[in-house]
């Protein structure tokens, strides 16, 4: 049996949906408790929000008018996120939908507000929101958890339990932000993938690195295989990861059981040097 699809209707036409109906409780329970415990919700004047440095770097011109449209026909489904300091509030999450009602010059809009927050709390929000949209660029993801680690002096794996993503995930996004600003911005510029920048860094340091460097400058570049297409004629080797040989630290860690006397140890971890010819901690 066909579905049955309601009939077109024309934008004159279209129901406008209230920005405040019935906000509350739908999307409260829609958001992470934690994100908006305590926050109040209310009309805010958009010539009073500060915008500041966000997460997300990269904005579609295109895409903010059409959102723009449909802001101005549907309303606003989520509202922004703010924080109050002082006599002003800034923006914490929602600075496409506030670019995109700025376009349609809209006066105010629906805001949770955010008061007596640290800096690491306002990034911790600011992050789990963009993260759960698609678009946000692994740039700007990567740059962010850079911040955050900066701000906090915290290890990696605290920053996978604060902002709940992998462990593996959070080093590799720590990798790229550290790569040099020209080559991220040509990564966003040219949508390259994030492997091509983390296997590019792995390689030596000589001339056929900086010439692939050129290439993904260029966007050349933007394909994982197309790097290994021309790793393999410019015929470059990648460093080789050195196995850790554990067999002497497992030695000694016997002898260290077996031998009480300090001096034993001393002369025993002096031959096992001598004979691996290596360090031992």
């Given amino acids: 049996m066909a579905k049955e699809f309601s009939a077109r209707v024309s934008k004159r036409e279209r129901k406008v949906t209230d920005i405040t109906s019935g906000i509350d409780e739908k999307i409260l329970k829609a958001n992470d408790a934690k994100l908006l415990r ?3 919700l209310a009309n805010i004047a958009l010539s009073t ?5 966000q997460v997300r770097t990269k904005f579609n011109d295109d895409s903010l008018r059409e959102l723009g449209e449909n802001i101005k026909v549907n309303g606003l489904i989520q509202p922004l996120v703010i924080h109050r300091e002082n006599d002003k509030f800034v923006l914490i999450c929602g600075e496409r939908r506030f670019r995109a009602m700025t376009l349609i010059e809209m006066n105010d809009a629906p805001c949770f507000i955010l008061e007596n927050k640290t800096k690491e709390e306002l990034m911790a929000i600011q992050f789990s929101e963009n993260q759960a949209r698609e678009d946000l660029h692994y740039i700007d993801q990567a740059d962010s958890i850079y911040g955050y680690q900066k701000l906090t002096g915290t290890s990696e794996r605290k920053i996978t339990a604060a902002l709940g ?5 959070v080093h590799r996004c720590l990798m790229i932000a550290k790569l040099p600003r020209d080559v991220k911005e040509a990564a966003k510029e040219f949508n390259t993938e994030k492997y091509v920048l983390l296997e590019w860094d792995e390689l030596p340091k000589n001339e056929f690195k900086d010439e692939i460097k050129g290439r993904i400058l260029a966007g050349d570049i933007t394909k994982r295989l197309q790097l290994k297409r021309v790793i393999s004629q410019l015929k470059i080797e ?5 196995k850790k040989d554990d067999s002497v630290e497992k030695l000694m860690k016997v002898l260290k059981t077996q031998m009480k006397d300090p001096k034993l140890q001393e002369r025993a971890k002096a031959m096992m040097k001598e004979l691996a010819g290596e360090r031992i901690h």
């Fill in 38 to 40: 305590g926050a109040q």
């Fill in 49 to 53: 929000i500060v915008v500041r440095e």
């Fill in 165 to 169: 993503i992998s462990k593996s995930e």
């Fill in 238 to 242: 990648k460093p080789k990861r050195k």
